[in-house]
């Protein structure tokens, strides 16, 4: 049994996939606690929150009851359990795909040919959804696991699975055939907790908190010095969040830009950055964003 003391409650994945970056954003909002895979909930010591170490799998159904008021879970099963939970943020990690996938000699090349076949999944669910939305009657053979050697045991024609790069099924002798679903980790509610005024607060602060990382990741703090007249070529080549902040230095005819630059494209506007005059540049990482 959870105390219900008021607290707010945060279900993560115990041991998987998503625990260590659901840790990592939950400590990139400066929440302080210790977390043990084998406890049920640590307190943190710095906020109104505890949190529960679950299987993902649980997780929907624990937040649509109440027992956690919120929940880090990939959307892939939110979708599968069906439950009546609020998604409120993508979180940007645990990103994969629910695929449609055939042994390598099959004769199976479209969606089409899947009619009347035999599909392996443990997403028996979104599999039959997204099937009677194609129009197509398979039989859906439900697994609990190890769903890619159902072919080899030729207990289905097709399996329907997720993946996040195409490695593991090529290895397990299989072409991917089409894709059901994109999932990544999600932030998720139970409506009923923005009832509570005060359970509402605290969720209001922590979805600032979380923005705020969530804004900053991917991202650096850009600082550089440059003679005035190179500024017009300057801004041409930042692609800054915002216009750049421009600071006066005590020698004369200079002056220091500081901008926020997205890390996908850093090394690039650096190299032109330099070549149009900017010296002195340093980068430092961001911990927040706060709008
Ligand atoms: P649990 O013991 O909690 O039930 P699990 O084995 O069901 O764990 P994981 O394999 O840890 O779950 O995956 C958790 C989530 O990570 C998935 O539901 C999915 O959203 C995401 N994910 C990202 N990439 C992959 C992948 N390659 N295979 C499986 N899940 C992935
Ligand atoms: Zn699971």
Same mark, same amino acid.
């Given at each position: ?18 625990? @260590? ?43 649509? @009851? ?39 000699? %099959? ?135 915002? %216009? ?35 010296? @002195? ?11």
């Amino acid at each position: 049994m959870v105390a219900s003391n008021g607290r707010l409650k945060i279900a993560l994945q115990k041991n998987g996939r998503l625990t @260590d970056d659901s840790l990592g954003l939950l400590r990139s909002c400066g929440l302080e606690f210790e977390f043990q895979k084998q406890s049920l909930y640590s307190p943190c010591r710095n906020f109104e929150l505890d949190v529960l170490a679950l299987r993902d799998d649980d997780i929907p159904e624990y937040v649509q @009851d109440g027992v956690a008021e919120l929940g880090i879970v990939g959307e892939n099963v939110v979708l599968e359990r069906g439950a009546r939970v609020k998604q409120l943020q993508r979180l940007g990690y645990g990103a994969c795909r629910l695929m449609l996938s055939v042994p390598l000699r %099959s004769s199976i090349r479209s969606l089409r040919n899947l009619r009347g076949k035999r599909v392996a999944t443990t997403y028996p669910n979104t599999l039959n959804k997204f099937l009677r939305s194609k129009k197509l009657r398979c039989e859906i053979v439900e697994l609990s696991g190890a769903v890619e050697l159902a072919p080899t045991l030729d207990v289905a024609d097709a399996i329907c699975d997720i993946v996040s790069t195409g490695t593991t099924a090529r290895v397990n002798g299989l072409r991917p055939l089409l894709s059901v679903m994109e999932s990544e980790a999600v932030l998720i509610a139970n409506p009923k907790a923005f009832a509570d005024k005060s359970k509402k607060s605290l969720i209001d602060r922590l979805l600032i908190r979380f923005s705020g990382s969530l804004q900053a990741r991917g991202k650096r703090y850009i600082m550089l010095n440059a003679p005035v007249n190179a500024i017009p070529r300057l801004k041409q080549i930042i692609p800054a969040l915002k %216009s750049p902040t421009i600071v006066p230095l005590a020698e004369e005819g200079m002056v220091a830009l500081h901008l926020v630059i997205a890390e996908n494209v850093f090394w690039d506007v650096m190299e032109r950055l330099k070549s149009a005059g900017a010296s @002195d540049i340093i980068v430092v990482p961001i911990e927040t964003i706060i709008q």
